[in-house]
């Protein structure tokens, strides 16, 4: 049994802990899970409040210290008694409601013998709702048996996240740290620090009590900003509505996954001029549907229908939502927002907006059912799915989100989950087709959309819909601030910095050797010879020329980690540079860590420096232009080399800019030879290294980084202002499939293996 407890006064109740404690009445199991709900300053038993057997209701105000306290604090309320503005980090009052509820609970439970096994009390705020079923096994995860105390920490804020914590009552410092909790207030020590709230006193006692040995677990150990929260392993089953979002005054944000690419492929190819949704949330599906049509038409209508603030954690229990809750006014804002944008843009956008039961107000649209194309994915409930189809079966072309298949492991969602697989399999229409998808469910199985024709002869989708490409999203290895520092460092080491600049182009051929298996070394040296040619290379096939007798020209170094880490190819990055040539130009990255750096200056390497571009350099709080941001050591005017995610695509630009306009490509392989039963491992991980890809009917094993550079060659291959001759060397690899295929002309996809959604 874990036992948690939260408060909230009548005015908390209202805005969020109704629907906190709506939430735990349906999915918490009262076998493992118990909530002491204390209230204070009202009468619980005079409003509407969910009855459970999880929640044990507590009033608040029968703690006389409680009553002592706060009279004795009341000048000290954020104003000071109305002569300072007011500062919640100085009120005593608003925070002393946590202390005496959660120690109040906890003296309880002491009364008895410390138990020989762990007993946790869980403080929970009462702005946290639950979204889905919580399971005992996850909170044993979150709550070791050694630990004395469970933490929210905070990078960059010197107090902890009080939203969540956790005191093993079998342990007597945990015990200890409680009273001295409820001693701080009692006394009155509060007010004699910097600040008063809860937050500022508990970190002053875990620092303590750790400096004294107290075991304790933090949950979000690299957490930054005040969220730690959601940055922890708890946003899985919570929602923590922090601050400003208890009002729901803001929009969660959209929703980016590869499906809904898909989505938006679909409206470019049927063209449709008005859209029904089921399920506006936020409104960010809609405008992302708008822009689609208003690539091909100056107008466009959209109908769109949700429960927006009616809905309940019952309602979310009944149709499996686990996001949160947006009033209609907000979306309608944000969406009238869009309206006047593309009005100066010349687009003509109209909406309507539908608040209720979609059962219910479907009926009472007509135009609902008058529109081109609807996209469902309110209700999972069967029930609530199969109504939504029936209200729009006149509609000719629909699409259902959330259609289920087997991940990897085989694992699928629960089976109430699965409404839009219960009724495509039973709907009968001109055509019916679930479309390939990578999009993970948390707990297991993959999420597709599924589209169904109701109308004769429309005409069939086009493979590179129905084919679902895999696409990477790179992102840098190290954090930006890191890189900034690589930055500043490597300027001050290298002397010959800039040397990198645009030189006039010549008819001498660049041979560019990445780390792939396929490279032919006998080809390669023989092309070297040429005295025509020049041979540039990355780290990890420098020793391997090196070894077959070949003097790299250039090795380019762009990788900000360590020299003494292990690379991705799982060698140690120093033992790639056991050999130096000192005919090769050595050119790193200015990002690149400064300990390669002053490794290969040790070994008296030749070394010049450049500059490559990296979002980590971008100012984002500047959209409408790419800004190097100020304080990353990049100079204006400084060359910035773009081209790829990896060394090897950044190698070609650099030729590039030194003049080179032929290039032949060796070990460019985007994929890895047959797995050894030690790579095997690291597929059925549940972030797999390796997994499978095909291209024109050929399977490949590949990776992230591997793929994310498949994608960096198929732009360059299909580029049409790249003013070069290309050469591939290397067979049966995913990059020459990729090759291959951009000689046809072709769409060119990588496409995931699937057995059971087509």
């Known amino acids: 049994m874990y036992t948690f407890v939260t408060s909230f006064s009548e005015e908390g109740y209202n805005t969020y802990a109704k629907e906190m404690l709506e939430s735990v009445a349906s ?145 007597h410092d945990a015990c200890s740290i409680i009273a001295d909790f409820r001693g701080c207030y009692t006394i009155g020590e509060t007010i004699s620090y910097r600040e008063w709230h809860d937050g500022f006193i508990f970190e002053r006692l875990l620092n303590i009590y750790k400096a004294h040995g107290m075991v304790v677990n933090n949950l979000s150990e690299n957490a930054k900003g005040l969220t730690a929260f959601m940055q922890s392993p708890l946003s899985e089953y919570f929602i923590h509505y922090k601050g400003n979002l208890k009002k729901k005054t803001t929009l969660a944000q959209d929703v980016k996954l590869p499906r809904y690419r898909q989505l938006a492929d679909i409206i470019r190819h049927y063209k449709p001029k008005s859209i029904t949704e089921v399920g506006t949330w936020n409104g960010g599906r809609a405008i992302e549907m708008a822009l689609a049509v208003f690539e091909y038409r100056d107008k466009f209508s959209y109908f769109g229908f949700d429960l927006f603030e009616e809905a309940t954690a019952v309602t979310d229990d009944i149709e499996m939502n686990t996001k949160q809750h947006h009033s209609i006014e907000l979306v309608n804002n944000r969406l009238e927002e869009f309206k006047q944008k593309m009005k100066e843009k010349g687009k003509e956008f109209t909406f309507k907006l539908h608040k209720g039961d979609s059962k219910v107000t479907l009926k009472k649209c007509k135009s609902a059912n008058k529109v081109d194309f609807a996209f469902i994915d309110g209700g999972h409930s069967y029930e609530t799915v199969k109504e939504d189809y029936l209200n729009l079966k006149k509609v000719p072309l629909l699409v259902f989100d959330d259609f289920f298949s087997k991940d990897e492991q085989g694992n699928l969602p629960e089976e109430r989950n699965m409404g839009v697989n219960k009724l495509i399999k039973e709907i009968e229409a001109y055509a019916k087709v679930v479309l390939p998808s990578n999009d993970r469910v948390l707990g297991g199985g993959r999420t597709h959309i599924a589209f169904v024709a109701n109308k004769k002869g429309v005409k069939p989708l086009p493979d590179h819909i129905t084919r679902m490409p895999i696409v990477v999203t790179p992102k840098d290895s190290r954090p930006a601030d890191e890189i900034y520092v690589n930055i500043k460092k490597n300027k001050k080491l290298i002397k010959d910095f800039n040397w990198l600049k645009h030189g006039r182009i010549h008819n001498q051929t660049a041979l560019i050797v990445s780390g792939g298996s396929s490279t032919d070394f006998t080809l390669l040296k023989q092309r070297a010879r040429d005295t025509n ?109 773009s081209g790829g995610t990896c060394a090897a695509m950044r190698t070609i630009s650099i030729a590039h800019i030194l003049g080179f306009r032929n290039f032949e490509l060796f070990g460019f392989d985007c994929s890895v030879p047959e797995l050894t039963d030690e790579m095997k491992k690291e597929v059925t991980l549940d972030k797999p290294k390796y997994f499978k890809v095909e291209t024109n009917g050929q399977y490949f094993w590949t990776t992230g980084e591997l793929l994310a550079m498949a994608q960096d060659c198929e732009k360059l291959f299909a580029s049409k202002d790249m003013d070069i001759a290309l050469t591939i060397h290397g067979k049966n690899t995913l990059v020459s499939e990729c090759w291959k295929d951009s000689h046809k002309a072709n769409e060119k996809y990588y496409y995931e293996m699937i057995s059971d959604a087509a």
């Open 533 to 641: 040619t020049k041979v540039f290379c990355v780290k990890h096939s420098y020793p391997k020329l090196l070894a077959n007798g070949i003097s790299p020209f250039i090795c380019s170094i762009l990788d900000p980690r360590p020299i003494t880490g292990r690379s991705t190819h799982g060698v140690i990055r120093k033992d790639l540079f056991k050999t130096i040539n000192k005919d090769t130009l050595f050119l790193i990255a200015s990002m690149t860590d400064p300990s390669v750096t002053k490794y290969l200056m040790k070994k008296g390497a030749n070394i010049k420096g450049w500059s490559a571009y990296s979002e980590a350099l971008r100012d984002t709080s500047i959209t409408d232009k790419l800004q190097i941001a100020k304080g990353t050591g990049i100079e204006e005017g400084e060359t910035l080399v």
């Open 27 to 171: 999915k918490w199991n009262p076998k493992h899970f118990k909530l002491y709900a204390y209230y204070h300053d009202f009468d619980i038993k005079k409003v509407d409040h969910p009855v459970s057997d999880s929640i044990i209701y507590v009033h608040l105000n029968d703690v006389k210290e409680m009553l002592d306290y706060r009279e004795k604090m009341k000048r000290h309320d954020g104003t000071e008694g109305g002569t300072i503005k007011y500062n919640w980090r100085l009120d005593a009052i608003k925070w002393c409601h946590k202390v005496y509820a959660l120690t109040d609970c906890a003296f309880s439970m002491m009364e008895e013998a410390l138990p020989k096994e762990p007993q946790w009390l869980i403080w929970l705020d009462a702005d946290t709702v639950t979204t889905k079923r919580l399971d005992k096994s996850s909170v044993d995860k979150w709550l070791p048996s050694k630990a004395s105390v469970v933490h929210l920490g905070r990078k960059d804020v010197d107090y902890s996240e009080t939203s969540f914590m956790g005191f093993n009552l079998q342990y």
